[in-house]
């Protein structure tokens, strides 16, 4: 009889037996960026996260570079919206500033940068609005004209996270186009329309002002359209692909792991970290061993890339118990 307790008697042979591993590497650490001076707003449905302005932002930047995590993921929040999102594609836009700085400062720092009109636009949704409907193919320019402004910038990486067909291969063409062939896209290409999205908003100031996203986000109950939805942003040229939410889609990032031999990401979003950060609170869970399960599950799962809230307290433990 096979006795597979021999492997698990003490600390020293169960860590010499541990098949998927955590490192700082792993962890993108995303922020919020907001027009303004002298901000650091608590977002009070996200414990431990704040909106940073320009001159404030390099607080947490200090913090995430002595925690061992290297990537940041910035989302920008501008002074005016309108029905265009112009700031969105604006060369002195609030994300553009942004990138601009964090590369003089720390130029170490690897920036990505979330591509997408809502947090810009004046109604909330992702791309131009006209008679209450959400256009496709009228965004594209747009995605694609803030894409390389913020490469021009500095960006390290686009990933457009609006779920607008086509915008891949729209992104990928102007990138090239103005000589940014080298700026890898990592698309949200499953992205759900997700209840779990809710803390994110207060954060981004992105709700729509009308309706849902029901109609460019996809259905939570679609598992095999997510591996089309998958292939299609790889025929594009995606050099990453993500899931998102986590948790409640870990079939959906095994099942493109299991399918697709490249890179993928997954967004640990921000409903999922409110929840532990709340039941921590209350002193109903062990907030460490559960947030290294679920990044762990999250790896075990194929995630090469874990987008998350908890990256800086993670990077800690894993320094911690080494």
Known sequence: MQRFRRLRKNETIR?????????????VY?????????????VDSMPGIYQYSLDRMGEELD?????????????????????????AYDENGIMQRAVRQI??????????????????????????VRGGEVLNDETLPLLSKMSVTLAKAGADMIAPSDMMDGRVSAIR?????????????????????????????????????????????MDFANGKEAIREIEEDIEEGADIVMVKPALAYLDVLKEASLTFDMPLAVYNVSGEYSMVKAAAANGWIDEKKIVTENLTAMKRAGAKIIITYHALD???????DA
């Not at 860590?15 to 962890?27: A, F, I, K, V, W």
């Not at 995303?30 to 608590?42: A, L, R, S, T, Y």
């Not at 186009?177 to 700026?183: I, L, P, Q």
């Not at 993670?314 to 911690?320: F, L, P, S, Y």
């Open 15 to 27: 860590n010499m037996m541990r098949e998927t591993r955590l490192h700082p590497s792993d962890l």
């Open 30 to 42: 995303p922020m919020f960026i907001i027009e303004g001076e002298n901000i650091k707003n608590p």
């Open 63 to 87: 913090r995430v570079m002595e925690s061992g995590v290297r990537s940041v993921l910035l989302f920008g929040i501008p002074e005016h919206k309108d029905e265009v999102g112009s700031q």
């Open 103 to 128: 590369k003089e400062n720390y130029p170490r720092l690897y920036v990505i940068v979330d591509v997408c009109l809502c947090e810009y636009t004046s109604h909330g949704h992702c791309g131009l």
């Open 173 to 217: 063409e102007a990138l090239d186009e103005n000589g940014f062939s080298g700026v890898p896209i990592m698309a949200y290409s499953a992205k759900f329309a997700s209840g779990y999205y809710s803390p994110f908003r207060d954060a981004a100031h992105s709700a729509p002002e009308f309706g849902d996203r029901r109609g460019y986000q």
């Open 314 to 320: 993670m990077a800690r433990w894993i320094r911690e």
